[in-house]
């Protein structure tokens, strides 16, 4: 079956620890997302990516980096963690051309 | 960007009422789409809905693009429809924005 996932979905980390959240789907989308949503906020788009080796930023300025060696593979890395990362991060690809989204149910991180 | 609102913010119902969310988009836009936040935080495509009306069950959506809007309706509410309904509009296929939400709540 076709989704979108993501992992871990929830993670608490110490301060200063390096990070990658996964995602990956299986549904062929060139166009992938990363969203940042503090609890009950809007989202705000930090990475996107046309397909592989390209990666944009999005109007949310964010510490985190992301890379696209293969289609379905969109990992987001932070290299030091700190409180102020912590939040809801979601993954998103979305069809070409019509372009509608669809969301991975999200990793909830804790930077303690 | 495009700016997205959402009202109302917040909407407590009686279970069996309707209700109309609507949404409010600041430039031209070639995508609109609806989504309900369930309290696991897992974002459910609802509509995809640049233009016109659809309809899926109890839910409905119309968006009049030449207006810069767009309703979603909501009848019969059950307590499972409870959650934040968020638009997204984009006007390239590429970047999407989205409002802040109005969180719902209904109650048995």
């Known amino acids: 079956e076709a989704d979108i996932y993501q992992t871990p979905r929830y993670l608490v980390i110490g301060t200063g620890k390096k990070i990658t959240l996964e995602c990956s789907q299986t549904?062929?989308?060139?166009?992938m997302y990363w969203y940042q949503q503090d609890p009950g906020m809007e989202l705000h788009l930090i990475h996107y990516?046309?397909?592989?080796?390209?990666?944009e930023k999005g109007d949310l300025s964010s510490e985190s980096t992301v890379s696209r060696i293969r289609t379905e593979h969109f990992p987001l890395t932070l290299e030091s963690a700190r409180p102020s990362h912590t939040s809801q991060y979601l993954c998103?690809?979305?069809?070409?051309?019509?372009?509608?989204?669809?969301f991975g149910p999200g990793t909830r991180l804790t930077v303690t | 960007g495009i700016q997205v609102e959402q009202s109302p913010p917040d909407l407590i119902l009686q279970e069996g009422a309707n209700s109309t969310l609507r949404c409010n988009f600041s430039?031209?836009?070639?995508?609109l789409q609806w989504f309900h936040q369930n309290p696991w935080g897992q974002l459910i495509n609802l509509f995809y809905i640049p233009s016109g009306t659809k309809q899926n069950g109890r839910l409905s959506a119309t968006t009049v693009a030449t207006e810069r809007y767009s309703l979603l309706y909501i009848s019969s509410s059950q307590t499972t429809d409870s959650g934040v309904y968020f638009c997204a509009a984009s006007y390239n296929f590429n970047k999407f924005y989205f409002g802040s939400g109005t969180k719902l709540n209904v109650k048995p």
């Open positions: 990516s046309y397909g592989v080796n390209s990666t």
């Open positions: 998103a690809s979305s069809e070409p051309g019509v372009g509608e989204q669809y």
């Open positions: 430039d031209s836009v070639n995508n």
């Open positions: 549904m062929g989308h060139d166009k």
